[in-house]
Structures are given as C-alpha cells and as structure tokens.
C-alpha cells in the first residue's frame, strides 16, 4: 500500500477485482481544496515532529490531520 492524497486522485489496486479503480477522496469526503503547500515537509525535524504532536493532541484541523486520517482509516479498514 502506499499512501492515499486528499488532493487530485489516488489509484488503488483492487486484488480482488484484479483491477485499478481512482478516487478522488479530497471530494468524496467533501474536505477542503488542499494543494502541495498544505503538506509540505518542514525544513527541520523538530518542525515535523511538533506537527505530528500537534495532531496526536488534536491541536490541528487542517490538510496533516486530514492526510493522517485518511489513510489510518485505509489502513485498519485493510487490517479486517
């Protein structure tokens, strides 16, 4: 698996199907217009590290928190 975008379309491979389906998630979940600039890294590791504790404690509400859910729930929904 490699990672889901809230931005423009991610392509998933359906093993099952045997095929590749794109969604655009960004619009099926109705989130914000996000663009590159809105999930850049940091230029430190400290900076990327306060955002990721920053999430862990719920004070973001922007496109990281919505990139980490996305793809948590992808991960537990493909964990059964």
Avoid: T
């Amino acid at each position: 698996m490699d990672e889901l975008n809230v931005m423009g379309k991610s392509r998933v491979f359906d093993s099952y199907k045997n095929k590749v389906e794109e969604f655009k998630f960004g619009s099926i979940l109705n989130l914000p217009k996000y663009n590159l600039d809105d999930i850049k890294q940091m230029q430190s590791v400290e900076d990327n590290i306060k955002i990721v504790l920053d999430i862990l404690s719920g004070k973001r509400n922007d496109a990281y928190v919505d990139l980490v859910c996305l793809n948590s729930g992808n991960i537990l929904h493909l964990s059964g």
